[in-house]
């Protein structure tokens, strides 16, 4: 790729960029794929401690594992700042961040015991998997699904205000209902039970039981159930569309009646007859 | 925006127009983003005031929150009655009717007490979020989706009716199967268990026993796991047609044997072959 | 409609016939929802009569309702016959068939008593309901659905083949892994669980517990998740077709390695480079 | 069907090829038929067996079914090894293995006793049902499926990728909100719950119960009720496209600030400036 012909840059960074960096080349390609099964790995290292069972009998051995993958990546890191041409702007890009957040935490878990507070950290370290994603991305595909949902990102907005509106409303609604009862103690109680119902989900940990709480219940279920056809639409449409861009409209309120949605070509309001 | 060239207008109105009604305008859009977070902020002081724990302490502050947004908000609607040139319109409009009722309750709240009942009142309140969407439509996607839910309005009642038929059939039949135990002591009951299962909610409130139950409950989940598919296409298949219009077919029926689904050239019946 | 130039038929009945069978004159619309009504009212009687407390007290008035609904449904279900020019064909369509059922169980439960058999014959009642499907079709949007779905009919019988399969095999593979406890008493069972984990209903009556088991399900749950989009994807690329035709493949096997999936235009097997 | 033209295999050979691995003659869709049914009943003598109340009654007769149903696809088995011109081929192609397997069990069955064990070895057979699919491509429409979800291979192995990482995030993060308990007693459970979430089964065997856990919950299941739209797109487009060809984009990436996403005529990076 055409991506740096600075005739300044020495040959050895430009190859040890290409390794690090890109995957176009076998080594390059290799190189990512290591770097891929090591964050599984430490991943899943840090999963089985969790688990009371295995640390009792594997512990040490898992945190020193921890502790040799903390090490490679802390050399790889540093590789990274050493070969691009601008450390900074690296060091601050997300995947930067990402990649200094994987290393930092069995640093600091030296200075601050305290189990529960560590264990905050560690989740913090599984965000090396977000690096399988540059992977993904070379085949292409996983940008073209981010562009789809950036480009249908506004769309996706409107339609979230709405689900939470909705939920908002009828979680009050069922708390209303149910008096306060069968698990409906509160409004953010209620609003809960109403996204698990509407995202079908339903757990069965909090369910209606009075004759209008079920009546109600059901409508938000159907809702919920016809409702999902609005995202999928929109990204569907947008991944058909042949050019990535999407329909956008210029808006006109009516002044007087604040009736929208007019004809683009509409010369007076639909509703009150008012020249627009 | 072009919206009302009236020279009658004084200049003062226009521009007031201009920033509570309109959000094309720095001074219109800061005014739609603080009344966005005060409706947020006095939802979230009703729903608080539902929470026992909460509102055990800080009840009194809560209920002095709301009485603040509900001035905030009668001024903001008495200011929207005078900038508006036709009142009357504009009260009676939707956005009117809700931005009344976002004031009320509370003023009323003075005359009844009984917390039930007021409680009801407080949902109505909620109503207010609704407003969001005016910022959401000016991005003009919020209108496009409910343009392409306009357009396929129809198609969709149509499949919300079969729906339903599915669900009080096989609700029905599993009554009868289940012979009125496991829950499913009536009908109505059926039927909502019905509705849990096809949206695949599945509370698990209510769950067939019986093998002949689970064999019927079965299929009625594989069919609510297919049939979202139809929504879901029809939604889709608006939003990626070009223009907003939907295939209709005008509708022929054989006046002998009731047979449908003619090819628009048909001269004869496909099923009887009578001519049409 | 120009559905039935016959010089021969009288004019009454064609009046009578536009107004029964039809519902693009007023008369007949009219008709159509009084009877839309009518049924619904109906079908309300039967669910309500099945609620024990209601049924205590009102129960003679429901089934008084039943009669009379099913006196007049009697009487409509002799017109059509009159009306039609061809009643024996009418009669034998499922509309035909609908009506005649909607009408006789009442009559049949005089004869035999015995609850339990009689709620059975109720359930058919409920068939009356699909008539709704006559006004809807009328918008034509209903046919539209109805030809998508025949369009696109081998696709999902084909999805549901792979599915049930899919179902079949992981249900008793989880019957293996949890060892016949937990609720997988059976593999009959155990695909009962597994489609209610397939179609993310999840009721949660039955759930593994072994680790095995919960990564089984993981992946059963995922590949739910992600397989849904193929009915979907299918009803979509359907409605979205401009024309209603949906394409298709002569498919040619190799005789050698029974190789499937070879291009139209291929000579010979990309597998084992066998002439086809 | 045109599809081995060799004077060579004498007619009988191809008679027989044509009635056991066809099915466009009469003959070799009767055989595929009955085969079908044969495969059908002996999986459904495994899935009775495996019913305690019923294998205490019938067990020696299913038994027996099993044992004929052996014979039959073993003779089947040698046909199909006499009838093609390269048996080896055939035998190592996935429908040979398959069908060798579906014959294998009944046989070692003998040698070794241990139902535990011989339940593992039972779950292959119904790897049977496989077959049906044979059928199936013959309509050419599974063929369209699989080509479709063949080219979208990748988006959907990117999405799945997502969608673990974003599961494992979460569920680390439920771990540690709810200090390992009611339920989330360890890191892989809480990912277990994150799945269950995410593709919206919802058992209910494990929910959260704290404010943060169930606000965390909540997030989770609007991302997996709106993130549904991903495949569902993906496949969409990929059904809705008139050529069998996704579109994929040659991807750049700053060498500085790591910036992806490029327009493809970009000259500079639009987040560093550099010259790309």
């Known amino acids: 790729m055409e991506a740096r012909p600075q005739p300044t840059t020495p040959g050895w960074r430009l190859r040890a960029y290409s390794i690090i960096f890109e995957s176009d080349t076998p080594a390059g390609r290799a190189f990512d794929i290591i770097l891929l099964w090591a964050i599984l790995l430490s991943v899943l290292a840090v999963m089985l401690e969790s688990v009371q069972r295995i640390n009792a009998v594997y512990g040490p051995i898992l945190r020193a594992v921890e502790w040799v993958f903390t090490v490679i990546f802390l050399i790889e890191y540093v590789a990274r700042l050493v070969v ?3 450390p900074l702007t690296y060091a601050l890009s997300l995947l930067g961040i990402v990649d200094f957040l994987s290393v930092v935490p069995t640093l600091i878990s030296l200075a601050l015991a305290g189990s529960q507070y560590l264990l905050v950290i560690r989740t913090l370290r599984l965000l090396r998997v977000f690096r399988i994603f540059k992977l993904g991305q070379f085949v292409g595909e996983g940008e073209f699904i981010v562009r789809a949902l950036k480009a249908s990102r506004f769309k ?14 009828i979680g009050t609604l069922m708390y209303v209902v149910e008096g306060g009862q069968n698990g409906f103690t509160s409004i953010p109680q209620s609003i809960y039970w109403a996204i698990v119902t509407l995202t079908t989900v339903g757990y069965g ?26 995202p999928t639409g929109i990204v569907s449409a947008q991944m058909a569309a042949p050019s990535g861009t999407s329909p956008t409209y210029k808006q006109v309120i009516c ?8 004809k683009p070509e509409a010369e007076y309001c639909w509703r009150c007859g008012e020249k627009l």
Chains 1, 2, 3, 4 share one sequence.
């Open 84 to 86: 691009v041409r601008r």
């Open 156 to 169: 996706i907005m409107v339609f979230l205000t709405a689900v939470l509106t909705l939920v908002i409303i």
């Open 205 to 230: 940990d909090i369910s209606p039981v009075t004759v209008l709480g079920r009546t109600l219940a059901s409508i938000l279920m159907i809702l919920g159930y016809a409702i999902i056809a609005v």
């Open 255 to 262: 002044h007087v009646c604040q009736a929208t949605d007019h």
